[in-house]
């Protein structure tokens, strides 16, 4: 069973960086993709960046450039690292795996198991 927690949330003023953690306990995280998304207050769900099996990264348009993904499969983890942070950016930020096989799209609908999501906020 996947069960997904995220780390390392918090508040942060503009302009400043934060690295989130998403910690796998199940058998299945080097297999499957891995997406995180966010969910403004107000606002629906948004995918932010999307991890392939191989490693391999890709971030959304809005925040191409500021975020990048990466896992560690050993550590059954991945990451994604917030720069230039602006206070449009606070949001609850979820990780998800696609559980089964396919394309890796940042298609919300397409992940089956999700952390419990972890609040950033980002004001001075």
């Known amino acids: 069973q996947v069960q997904l927690m995220e780390s390392g949330g918090g508040s942060v003023a503009p302009g400043g960086s934060l690295t989130l953690s998403c910690a796998d306990s199940?058998?299945?995280?080097?297999?499957?993709?891995m997406g995180w998304f966010r969910q403004a207050p107000g606002k629906a769900r948004e995918g932010v960046a999307i991890?392939?099996?191989?490693?391999?990264?890709g971030i959304a348009g809005p925040v191409k450039g500021r975020f990048t993904a990466s896992k560690n499969n050993t550590k059954n983890t991945a990451y994604v690292k917030r720069n230039s942070l602006t206070p449009v950016d606070t949001a609850i930020y979820y990780c998800?795996?696609?559980?089964?096989?396919?394309?890796?799209?940042?298609?919300?609908?397409?992940?089956?198991?999700w952390g419990g999501g972890i609040q950033i906020t980002v004001s001075s």
């Open positions: 991890i392939a099996p191989d490693g391999r990264s």
């Open positions: 199940g058998m299945t995280f080097r297999k499957f993709c």
């Open positions: 998800a795996q696609m559980v089964g096989e396919g394309s890796c799209r940042l298609v919300a609908t397409d992940f089956s198991a």
